[in-house]
Structures are given as C-alpha cells and as structure tokens.
C-alpha cells in the first residue's frame, strides 16, 4: 500500500513525498444525535481508512488529487482561501488548511494524495476520514503541536464553515481519537475520551455492516432542523443543552414543552443514558449485552427523532429477525449504514436474510462489511 501511494504520488506530483498518513471512518456503536446536545457516544473506527501522501511546498500553492476523484489536480492558493471559494471533494481537505490558518497556524502549501478505502457517502464518515488525515498530516509536516481533540475541533470547523456541512464532532474524534481493540466512550462537551476495550472476536461476536447504499436528499434540511429543534428545548428548559437533563428528570420536563419537541428530547436523554448503559456493560465485560441497547436506540431514531429510512428499517428488522443480538442506523441517518451485532456462527445468516429481505421488497443489495475496532489517525511511513 505505501510503495504503491507513494508511487502514485511521484507520477502525479513530480518528485517524492514526505510522508505517509492514515486516518479511519467509523461507525457509532451507540449516542446518535447526541454530540451537538453535549452529550455522549460510542464509536469505534474502522479498519477503513483514507491514507494520504504529502510533501510541503515552499511557494503557497495546494495541490489536491483523490485516486476516488475525476483524475484532475486541483490548485489552489493557501493565501486566498475562503469559504464559498472551492466547491466539490477539494473543499474538505483545502478547508483544513483553511481551518488551520483560521487559528493562526503558520501553515502554508503542500502537494496532496489522497487514496481512501472508505466507502463514501455510507455513513461511515468517509469525510471525516479524509479531512483528519490532512489535519494529522499538516500537524506532522508544520510541527504544529496541536494534541489530538484540537486537531478533530479543527476538522470539524473545516466541514461546517468551509465545506457547509453542520456535522457535530463525533466523526472526527472517533477518527482521531479511537485506538485498536476499543470503542470510544465521548464527552462531546469537554472532549473527554475513554478507551472502552470492545473484544468481539474474544467473545465469539461479530459486527456486520451492511450498507443500504441510499442516501436520501432530505439528510441536510433535516439535520438543521433538529439540531435548532434541541437547541430550542434546551433553551425552554433552562439548561446549557440537553446533555444537562437526566433520564429521571424527563417526565417533568417533558411536560413542560411544546407537543413536537418532546419526541427530541425523548431521543437525545434516552439515548444519553443508552451510552453510559453500554459503556458499563462492555467494562463488566457483557458485550453481547450491547445488542437489545442498539435495537432500542433505532427505534428510538426512527419512532422519536424521524431519521430512519424504510431501507434501514428494514435492514435492522430482517437482522434481528435472522439472530442478530441486535441492529440500528449508524450515522446521520436517512440512509446510510446499518450495524448487526452477531453471534460469529450466524454472521453468514444475517448477511444473506437482510439482502434476501432487500432482493423481495426491490432495493439494491446491500454491501457487507465488517467493523473491527481499529487505530485511529496516524502516520505510517
Ligand atoms: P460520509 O462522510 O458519511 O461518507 P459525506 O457526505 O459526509 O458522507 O462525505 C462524502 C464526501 O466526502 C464525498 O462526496 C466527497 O466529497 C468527500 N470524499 C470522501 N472520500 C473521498 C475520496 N476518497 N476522494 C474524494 N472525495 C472524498
Ligand atoms: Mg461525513
């Protein structure tokens, strides 16, 4: 893989790279919809990852190209980047640079080459993947000091102010933060993070992907209007968000807010406490327990906060009814991935009920994958 990249980045660029550098997508265990509330969650990344290949360059261009892209280089001037300014894929990795900038890194060009195995748009944080490594990668290359949640906070703000995604910080921490062998118990407000030793394979247990290869336009509109839905709860409650409501207190509160946000604040606090739940199951080391909390918080996604799709419902319903332990929608949702915890024996079982339940209602076969807790972004070579 490494001689490969760096012979693809030679051919494109024109002399050696400095470095090589990796950084995983993921896939969230449990605690969706929670990290803009201040709350919690549990990713894991994946083996997955965006690799990039880089070397710095002394005369303030950026130059991008994506082996997953049309073929074309893209050149851009470190000086004048600004949001609104670069449209497509190039607009993730030049707004870090943009991001870092922004912070008053001394940042300046570089040649590029990106070279991802995640698969995009699938929920699994392809651009998360992508813009960590660049962070990383600069981080390296400038010397630039920055720990690990600073760097996330940085890829973060790249997507939101200059690519236009409003995306909270659990894609980017897991990709920074999550190390082999463990899920990542995440305080989205303080960015405090905890390795959580998730052994599937020690416990006979299998996570299954399966991608339903949708992705339904109404994701953006939508995610804006929960996210100020909450923050309008939270407001109406008198907290700081609704992180700070406990699952005891959520009979009363309820009762003292508007008919159309008490399903909102439903999800977020139940699915709050679903996380803590979790993280104590896998440290009693129970982690076949984890199945009914996943079923759970999908019903709670799809019933509560409206972001399921009839593909992911689907696929969680034909899973479960296959013997999976237990199935929900990872990612933003309206599409996207599914996760199937699995006994290790019945993992071909699931697999192929939940494409024979697609093939019968006439969706595109899914495609299945495999999670294993894997390290977070890193340089390698
Ligand atoms: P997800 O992060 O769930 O995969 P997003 O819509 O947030 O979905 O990000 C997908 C976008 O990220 C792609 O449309 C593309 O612009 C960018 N991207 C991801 N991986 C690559 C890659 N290997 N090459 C170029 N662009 C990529
Ligand atoms: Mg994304």
């Known amino acids: 893989m490494n001689a490969r990249v760096r012979r693809d980045f030679e051919r494109i660029h024109g002399h050696a790279p400095e470095g090589v550098w990796a950084a995983p997508g993921r896939v969230n265990l449990i605690g969706e919809h929670t990290d803009y509330n201040d709350g919690f969650a549990l990713p894991m990344a994946l083996p997955q990852t965006a690799v990039l290949v880089a070397r710095r360059r002394a005369d303030g261009l950026l130059r991008l190209h994506s082996a997953q892209g049309d073929g074309r280089t893209t050149t851009l001037r470190v000086a004048d980047l600004a949001p609104g300014t670069v449209s497509g894929w190039a607009r993730y990795p030049a707004g870090v640079v943009w991001a870092l900038r922004e912070r008053g890194m001394p940042v300046g060009g570089a040649d590029l080459h990106l070279d991802s195995a995640v698969p995009t748009g699938a929920g699994l944080s392809s651009s998360a993947a992508l813009e960590c490594a660049v962070a990383v990668a600069y981080g390296d290359l400038y010397g630039l000091g920055l720990r690990r949640p600073e760097l996330a906070r940085v890829a973060q703000y790249a997507e939101n102010a200059f690519a236009g995604v409003p995306c909270g910080i659990m894609d980017q921490m897991a990709s920074v933060c999550c190390a082999e062998g463990s899920a990542l118990h995440l305080d989205s407000r303080t960015l405090e993070v905890r390795q959580v030793p998730f052994d599937l394979a020690g416990h006979g247990l299998r996570l299954l992907v399966l991608d339903t290869r949708v992705a339904h336009d109404l994701a953006d509109g939508a995610y804006a209007a929960l996210r100020a839905g909450c923050e309008r709860a939270a407001r109406l409650l008198g907290l700081p968000a609704l992180r700070d409501l406990a699952e005891a207190e959520l009979p009363g509160a309820l009762g003292r807010l508007p008919a159309e946000l008490v399903p909102l604040v439903r999800h977020v606090v139940t699915e709050n406490a679903r996380v803590g739940r979790a993280v104590e199951q896998l440290a009693a080391g129970q982690p076949s327990a984890l199945g009914p909390l996943l079923t759970a918080g ?20 034909s899973a479960v009814a296959a013997g999976a332990l237990g199935a929900r929608m990872t990612g933003g949702g309206f599409g996207g991935s599914v996760i199937a915890l699995v006994r290790a024996e019945g993992a071909g079982a699931v697999a192929e009920a939940v494409t024979a339940a697609f093939t019968a209602a006439g969706y595109r076969a899914p495609a299945v994958l495999e999670a294993v807790p894997s390290a977070g972004a890193r340089r390698i070579g």
């Open 298 to 317: 999908h019903a709670s996604l799809r019933d509560d906060y409206g972001v399921s799709c009839p593909e992911t419902d689907l696929a969680v319903e």
